[in-house]
């Protein structure tokens, strides 16, 4: 499942690289004024492997699984993967968090923070930014996760079915974090697995400093309502 707005630039290399593994794609998009949805359209139309969802405005990225989720669920699919479609997730590291996911029956997730895990292209700070928010989570939380706020992961049909979709709170980065949160809460096991994180090459990030504060904001409501 790839969410985008405005990733024209990429869309079509993180599609193959997928694609060419043998997993089927839905793209989300919100409306991108860029053509991302019209790109997606064509991609669809050469291969069956590919569908699109098209939203009629930005809603956000949790909304965007979410809703991609429940047509998984709703047509049976038995593993769910999230990726981001900016080409910092290779499809290299694919198979591995899909096999992991089947292998526990909950939760894997591509993780840049533990051995054999690594970052490519990011300055100082944002580094700094990350890390801090991972340790905030685990802290508040009490995770053992090393890597909640990746979105690079893989969910079985049994853990969503039994999170409850419409009881999440989140609907921007936040939305990550909540369902480590509440994959742990019910006792699925959670699995990480090393990748390696490219920074985007084309393009611009959509994580803002109003996004931050709201991620840290509802990070602190879900520590208060266990």
């Known amino acids: 499942m790839l969410p985008t707005f405005n990733e024209r630039e990429n869309l079509e290399r993180v599609v193959a690289g997928v694609r060419h593994l043998g997993h089927d794609v839905l793209v989300v998009d919100?409306?991108?004024?860029?053509?991302?949805?019209?790109?997606?359209?064509?991609?669809?139309a050469a291969d069956g492997g590919v569908r699109v969802l098209h939203r009629e405005r930005k809603l956000g990225i949790g909304s965007a699984y979410e809703d991609a989720f429940?047509?998984?669920l709703a047509e049976g699919s038995s593993l769910f993967?999230?990726?981001?479609?900016?080409?910092?997730?290779?499809?290299?590291?694919?198979?591995?968090?899909?096999?992991?996911?089947?292998?526990?029956?909950g939760l894997s997730i591509g993780s840049r923070y533990m051995r054999g895990g690594e970052i490519v292209g990011w300055p100082p700070h944002r580094l700094l930014l990350?890390?801090?928010?991972?340790?905030?989570?685990?802290?508040?939380?009490r995770l053992r996760v090393r890597d909640c706020t990746s979105g690079f992961r893989c969910y079985t049909r049994d853990l969503l079915s039994s999170i409850q979709l419409d009881k999440v709170v989140s609907q921007?980065?936040?939305?990550?974090?909540?369902?480590?949160?509440?994959?742990?809460?019910?006792?699925?096991?959670?699995?990480?697995?090393?990748?390696?994180?490219?920074?985007?090459?084309?393009?611009?990030?959509?994580?803002?400093?109003?996004?931050?504060?709201?991620?840290?904001?509802?990070?602190?409501?879900?520590?208060?309502?266990?």
């Open 81 to 105: 993967v999230e990726m981001d479609a900016d080409g910092s997730h290779l499809s290299q590291d694919l198979d591995a968090i899909v096999d992991a996911a089947r292998g526990c029956g």
């Open 70 to 72: 429940r047509i998984g």
């Open 172 to 226: 921007g980065y936040s939305f990550q974090i909540e369902m480590v949160h509440r994959t742990v809460r019910l006792g699925y096991p959670v699995v990480e697995v090393p990748i390696r994180f490219e920074d985007r090459v084309a393009g611009a990030s959509k994580v803002s400093r109003g996004e931050i504060r709201r991620a840290l904001w509802t990070v602190l409501r879900l520590s208060m309502s266990r």
């Open 30 to 44: 919100d409306a991108s004024p860029d053509g991302t949805g019209e790109l997606a359209d064509s991609l669809a």
């Open 130 to 141: 990350s890390r801090g928010a991972n340790a905030y989570c685990r802290s508040l939380l």
